[in-house]
Each structure stands twice: as C-alpha cells, then as structure tokens.
C-alpha cells in the first residue's frame, strides 16, 4: 500500500519509540526531525500531534516533545541516522510513494469533472485539501499534466483539459495510429510466458464477470494498452501515447464506481483475439485486430460519456471550479 509522507515518518519514530532507540525523557524538535528526514516542518508537526495525542510522546515546559508519556528526566541531543536505521537503512521517506498515495482520489475528481466541461484546479486549495506539502502537490500535478488531465495556465492555477466528444476522437485517432504500429512490433519478441499470463488473466476475468472489481478492468486494459504496446520497445511512441491516458480513466473511474458493470464483458474477447494472433506468430494480424477493437472502443466509450455528462452526479472538490 502507498503511504503519506506523514504515515512514513509516523511510523519511522512509532517504531524507534517502541524500540528504545529513541530512549525516554529525549527531546523531540520539529525542525531537527525535519532536517534529518529531508521534509518540511508541516508533516512533522502533523507526525508529533499524531504520536501525542497516542501518548508516545509528551509536552513539557521547553520547546518541543519528549519522549514518553512522564519521563522522569529531560535528555538533550540531536537526532542522527542511527536512531533510526533498520537492517542498515538510513532513515528517509519516499515522496514517490507519498504522492502516489492521493492520486487515485484526485484522478477521480478530475475526470469526473473533465466530463461535464471546463474546470481551473487551484494549487494552493489543492495542497489544502489533501493537507499536504506544496512539493508533494507539484508532484500530483505534474503527472495529471503528463497524462494529457490537466494544464498550467498561470502561477497557481491550472485547467481541466474538458474530456468532450471531440478530444475523444482525436485521442482515439492518435492511439489507432501509434498502438498498432508499437503491438506489432512488440508481438516479434514478446516473452511467451508474458503473454501467457495476459492470457490467463483475461480468462479467468471472463469466467467471473460479472463479479469482478473494477479494479480488475483497469489492470486488463493496461496489460494491452500499456505493458503489451510497451514491449515495441519505442519510447518516444510511449511518451506520445501517454497523452490518450484519459481514454483508459474514463473507464477506470466509471466503471464500477459510478456506472455498473454493463452486463456483457466490455473488451475481453477483443483482447483474447489479439493476444492469440501474437501467440500463432502473426503480428500483422495482431494490428490490424488491435485497430478493429479501437474502434469498437471509442462507440462504447463514447456512449458512457454521454450517459455521464447527461445524468452522471459529481460532487466538486473545493479546489476546482467552473
């Protein structure tokens, strides 16, 4: 599971508490926390109200926290790499994986919104609302940028790149262009065991669909329209292409979250038929199959659209506006 970096620190000094590294009556200071971590204050300090209000750590009359909840002396010194390292790890937070914690939830809003027309994001409410570092924001904002859902238009504000019928089919046209091109290439040297288990996958979906997560769709559509094209081994065909990223969260954040499940499978057998054409060594007929499902794609995702934008509810977060 994805961690804040709050959760990351949190548990970093929990368990050095708990541990005795951090012995009873130390004195805890926000900005030497802070420094040794490489973070800013705002998580620490949100770290220490946490672990106070656990009574792990406790107020005094000095600056800071101490250690316990009624240590019987005061200890002064700086904190150092070695009351925290673990099986020889330096203590650190990974602020990939913090960021990586609050995507899906913003994503969701985003598309959702993109769907019913034009939207500003504001930075600064952003970070509020998910109480987070202005850093860990950016770094939100810079992945819904490179996937094509958002755009800078000055200091602290950005648009909803609108999801309408027209940047629909442009986005459909690019992939119909580029994935071809990339699966038949990748089809030329693609591990068998690789696409046995795209296959595996897929049958097994198959057989419980309905009752499958969406979760499960999401995972599918990208074994094809990712890690498979991916395969062609062209990353400048990659990077265009992850500008159609918005195509596959459409359904990622419909379907089965706010749409139900329409009650034939959406894409499985079109997918078997492709991976088969790989597997009987016929790449051609791979890409000329993977053209055939696109466009079959872009009638049904365009009619979920529709639905949506015509009697989908949403509820807008505070840091976007119409």
């Keep these: 599971m994805t961690q804040t970096l709050r959760d990351q620190l949190y548990t970093a000094l929990k368990q050095s508490i708990v541990g005795n590294r951090l012995e009873s ?21 949100q770290t220490l109200s946490r672990l106070h209000e656990e009574q792990y750590i406790c107020r005094f009359e000095g600056r800071g926290y101490l250690v316990g909840a009624s240590p019987s002396a005061i200890v002064r ?88 019928d027209g940047r629909l089919h442009n986005l459909y046209e690019a992939r119909r262009q580029l994935e071809p091109y990339m699966i038949v290439r990748a089809a030329r040297h693609m591990p068998e065991s ?65 749409l139900k499940l329409p009650d034939q499978d959406p894409f499985f057998d079109e997918h078997l038929c492709i991976f088969e054409k790989i597997r009987q060594q016929q790449p051609e007929q791979a890409g000329k199959a993977l053209v055939t499902h696109l466009e079959r794609s872009e009638s049904k995702v365009l009619d979920r659209l529709i639905h949506f934008r015509e009697s989908g509810d949403i509820d807008i977060p505070p840091y976007l506006r119409q």
Excluded at 130 to 145: D, E, P, Y
Excluded at 226 to 240: I, R
Aim: glycine share 6%; net charge neutral; charged share 20%.
């Design 194 to 258: 690789t696409l046995n288990g795209y296959i595996a996958k897929l049958k097994d979906a198959a057989d419980s669909y309905p009752n499958i997560k969406g979760e499960l769709l999401d995972a599918l559509e990208n074994d094809l329209h990712h890690s498979a094209v991916s395969l062609g081994a062209n990353q400048e065909v990659m990077d265009m292409l992850r500008r159609t990223h918005p195509i596959l969260l459409i359904s990622k954040h419909l379907l089965g979250r706010v």
């Design 77 to 164: 010194r700086p904190l150092s790499e070695r009351d925290f390292k673990q099986l020889g790890y330096a203590p650190k937070v990974d602020r990939t994986v913090s960021w990586q914690a609050h995507i899906d939830g913003v994503e969701h809003d985003i598309v959702l919104c993109s769907i019913k027309g034009a939207f500003e994001l504001n930075e600064l409410q952003l970070s509020k609302s998910l109480n987070v570092s202005r850093t860990v924001t950016h770094q939100i904002l810079h992945h819904l940028r490179s996937i094509g859902l958002v755009e800078k238009i000055k200091y602290n504000s950005w648009s909803v790149v609108p999801l309408d």
């Design 25 to 45: 009556g130390l004195v805890l200071l926000e900005g030497n926390i802070a420094a040794l971590f490489s973070i800013s204050r705002s998580p620490v300090r």
